[in-house]
């Protein structure tokens, strides 16, 4: 079994930075890709960012330029920066990853941007 844990939402000014990590604990044998989803009040959940195993990675138009994903594979850790956040940025934040054809997801975290 595998467990995820979000870290570092909260409550940010607009243009101001916040820096997401999540953790991958448990049987883990390989992790595929890493990623960030986010979803807002009344809206799907969307895909905010990706990283493969090889560190190819790939934004949703509207973050391009602010957020950037990376990895940590030794400590199976995957992080979001996200800079310049606007009020529609607003949403909770799930990091979910690709580990031997199983998704796995973690429970959020929520960043609220103030504008």
């Known amino acids: 079994q595998v467990q995820l844990v979000e870290s570092g939402g909260g409550l940010v000014q607009a243009g101001g930075s916040l820096r997401l990590s999540c953790a991958a604990s448990?049987?883990?044998?390989?992790?595929?890709?890493m990623a960030w989803y986010r979803q807002a009040p009344g809206n799907q959940r969307e895909l905010v960012a990706h990283?493969?195993?090889?560190?190819?990675?790939n934004y949703a138009d509207s973050v391009k330029g602010r957020f950037t994903i990376s990895r940590d594979n030794a400590k199976n850790t995957v992080y979001l920066q996200m800079n310049s956040l606007k009020s529609e940025d607003t949403a909770v934040y799930y990091c979910?990853?690709?580990?031997?054809?199983?998704?796995?997801w973690g429970p959020g975290t929520m960043v609220t941007v103030s504008s």
């Open positions: 448990g049987t883990i044998f390989s992790i595929n890709t």
């Open positions: 979910n990853i690709l580990s031997l054809s199983l998704r796995y």
């Open positions: 990283i493969t195993s090889t560190g190819n990675t």
